[in-house]
């Protein structure tokens, strides 16, 4: 800490550039201010996205993963989930979550803004929709927002900006089915473009959106928001990690100390202070400001920072189809959406609602380990891919998660990232509301799917996810809340938090338009106010206590797959494994009639090198002869799981299998010319409007 270096002042210093920090550094800087924004990770590089390549499904599972602990990459810090009964998903770098994320942008329901009023349990928000409407325009028309106007549960208010994406057959069949029951449905809004907009290109279906939009189609802040700000003069500062805000001597936020990718520190000056961390990486940075006069963290006189964490308790339900639906061709996140269950109906026994959204089908490797991660091996292999592949449907039930004081995010014990914060502890339980909700919605998705005319129909539950709220939540009164209706802390006039979690309540929608919306409405406020916030004192003392600093161990290093180690004999007697995996027949190839064991496989150890030495290990120690190969299969779990993966892997890679099955590969097709949709020449919304053109 002796190296420490004091940056040029700046008026705004935003923590986090993702969906948050970027509305807010983008408003500002347009408006003049001078604004540094400080990141842990780094700008993304659109080409090095995996989703234009064949192998994107396996970039996708581990260095494009959504999961941090799978990432593991430099900018990532752990999650201590040791009291969490769900995972959660992220991206740290420019853009946050938003590189990774399914873009679906539906809006919360008047009503989420009234829980209180309306089911008596938790709160009301101090501000309403109809205050929010005129910001959710607004990001809507900067995100480039692709929907169909006029959706009857919401009040009306412009038309997105961009017509909406295709439903494509998938979306059709399931629209037909709730046309027939009567039930709501509606094209999803996504933050996708179905035309081009902004000088960005219009998507093109590949489905890959997961592992960040090679096109640039779909809305992530490091293309739709920094590049105004850097353009207006801001600076995005990434590799910087930022360890603690610091307060003057009036309590006033003095700026944000940073460690850099050398462990260099700096202080970072600023008039204001943004955080914008998402409501786990911004609970933690206010707890771990703790200091002489806030020993139980900033701006947390409430002592509600880090508590009312909700987290949608994701489900999925999904239908398997005998048509081909080639649902691997399309955008990855919302075809439809259904708000039939929405609102809150005490009569079901439970309290609030859920939102489905109807997702395609994904590709290969998806259909292989399909349902569960599992798969299907053996001579009944190519059967059950042949079920899965496109021919599946899929609703999302997201449910109103409601808050409770003993959800939280806690500094770990036990955790450190690499610079040595001590990582964010998420202590939640799923609630029996919670549980009911989701029961009873998984009941009514598959009636909505076996309508829909799917043969089969399988479940999951608690899915990890990567919608925060609540852990710096508004409020006008101050012992009851962290920040005020203008997302301003209480306790620290020049403090705001602009992520989700100054959520008052979670609603059932996908949080990052109400994120954006709320952060939009902030900012104005900041502009507008700006000459009243008190400013801190420039000179202030900051990193007087070093920060705990454990002993980091180095985690082993993923071995370096060397083509040459693997052998002919090794490369043979992966052939024979993976014969065994999955025989020929059924009109496809075994896996040594398209020599899996030669460049389709270093094709997969080349973009998964991480899996070479635990294939490795396993050849060294398998036996040529099937019945011993069976036999590990069946008696070692995470040794067949990996030669399962490597197997499959290799062998969906090959054209020949491909042609087999029928499957193109992610292919463009451009969406844009824009014919009158099918759903509404059937008249499939008539049961809800009468006026939809
Ligand atoms: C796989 C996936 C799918 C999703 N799908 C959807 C969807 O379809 N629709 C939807 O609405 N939402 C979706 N989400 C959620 C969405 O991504 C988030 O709601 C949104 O990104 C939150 O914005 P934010 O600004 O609060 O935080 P983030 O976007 O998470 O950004 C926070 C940023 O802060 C940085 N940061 C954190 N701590 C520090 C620190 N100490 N120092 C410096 N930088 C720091 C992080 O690196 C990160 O870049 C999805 C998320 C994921 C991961
Ligand atoms: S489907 Fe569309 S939004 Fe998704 S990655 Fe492809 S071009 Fe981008």
């Not at 489905?207 to 802040?221: I, L, Y």
Request: net charge negative; glycine share 12%.
């Amino acid at each position: 800490m002796s190296d420490k270096r004091v940056d040029d002042h700046a008026d705004v210093v935003i923590i986090g550039a993702g969906a948050g920090g970027g509305v807010v550094a983008r408003r500002l800087a347009e408006a003049g201010l001078s604004v540094v924004c400080l990141e842990q990770g780094e700008w993304p590089d659109r080409a090095n996205y995996p989703g234009a390549t064949p192998e994107w499904e396996l970039a996708a599972a581990k260095q494009w993963s959504s999961i941090p602990s799978v990432r593991n990459a430099v900018a990532d810090y752990p999650i201590d989930l040791t009291e969490s009964d769900l995972g959660v998903v992220n991206f740290n770098g420019v853009g946050g979550g938003t590189i990774l994320y399914a873009a679906q942008w539906p809006r919360m329901l008047p009503s989420d803004f009234l829980v209180r009023s309306t089911d008596g349990i938790a709160d009301d928000w101090p501000i309403g929709y109809e205050e929010l409407l005129p910001f959710y325009e607004r990001t809507d028309r900067d995100f480039g927002v692709s929907g169909l106007g006029g959706n009857p549960m919401y009040p009306p208010g412009e038309d997105p900006p961009l017509p909406a994406l295709p439903i494509g057959a998938t979306g059709l069949r399931v629209a037909r089915a709730h046309a027939r029951l009567g039930w709501h449905w509606w094209p999803q809004s996504n933050a996708i473009l179905s035309a081009p907009y902004d000088g960005r290109h219009a998507c093109v279906q590949r489905g890959t959106c997961g592992s960040g939009c090679n096109e640039g189609a779909k809305a992530s802040t490091d293309l739709t928001h920094f590049p105004h700000v850097v353009a207006k003069g801001g600076r995005v500062i990434t590799g910087a990690r930022v360890v603690r805000i610091v307060t003057d001597g009036a309590g006033l936020a003095a700026g944000a100390e940073w460690l850099d990718r050398e462990g260099h520190a700096h202080f970072q000056r600023a008039d204001v202070v943004v955080c914008a961390a998402n409501a786990i990486g911004s609970a933690r940075l206010l707890l771990a400001s703790a200091a002489g006069t806030h020993p139980d963290g900033l701006a947390n006189s409430s002592g509600l920072v880090g508590r009312r964490l909700m987290l949608h308790a994701l489900s999925t339900v999904t239908g398997l189809f005998d048509e081909q639906l080639e649902g691997w061709q399309a955008h990855s996140g919302g075809l439809i959406q259904c708000l039939q269950f929405g609102l809150s109906d005490p009569s079901r026994g439970f309290a609030r609602g859920a939102l489905w959204e109807l997702g395609s089908a994904g590709g290969p490797m998806k259909a292989v380990f399909a349902p569960r991660g599992h798969g299907v091996w053996g001579a009944d292999h190519h059967r059950h891919v042949r079920q899965h592949l496109g021919r599946s449907a899929q609703w999302a039930i997201l449910g109103e998660d409601l808050p409770e004081e003993s959800n939280r995010v806690e500094l770990s014990t036990t955790q450190f990232d690499s610079s040595g914060l001590p990582a964010p502890k998420i202590a939640y339980r799923v609630s029996a509301n919670t549980s009911a909700l989701t029961d009873w919605n998984i009941e009514r998705a598959t009636e909505s799917l076996e309508a829909a005319g799917a043969w089969r129909v399988d479940s999951l539950r608690r899915l990890a996810n990567g919608h925060f709220m609540g852990t710096a939540r508004m409020g006008d009164d101050p012992s009851t809340s962290v920040v005020d209706k203008w997302c301003v802390s209480h306790d620290i006039a020049n403090l705001l938090v602009v992520d989700g979690s100054v959520f008052v309540t979670s609603g059932a929608a996908n949080p990052t338009s109400t994120i954006a919306a709320l952060a939009l409405r902030a900012a104005d406020r900041l502009i507008e106010r700006r000459a009243e916030i008190p400013r801190p004192r420039r000179s202030v003392s900051f990193g007087l206590s070093p920060l705990p600093r454990p002993a980091i161990e180095s985690s082993p290093s993923t071995p370096v797959f060397v083509t040459q180690t693997l052998g002919t004999a090794l490369r043979q007697r992966f052939e024979r494994l993976a014969d065994v995996v999955i025989p020929g027949g059924d009109g496809m190839p075994a896996p040594s009639e398209i020599a899996i064991g030669g460049a389709l496989l270093d094709r997969v150890l080349g973009v998964r090198p991480d899996l070479a030495g635990p294939l490795l290990a396993l050849l060294g120690a398998t036996a040529d002869e099937p019945d011993v190969a069976l036999s590990v299969l069946e008696n070692d779990p995470a040794t067949a799981r990996t030669l399962r993966y490597v197997v499959a892997a290799a062998y969906y890679l090959s054209d020949d299998v491909r042609s087999g099955l029928g499957y193109p590969g992610t292919v463009a097709r451009p969406v844009g010319r824009f014919e009158y949709p099918e759903y509404l020449a059937e008249g499939l919304l008539d049961h809800l409007v009468t006026d939809v053109v």
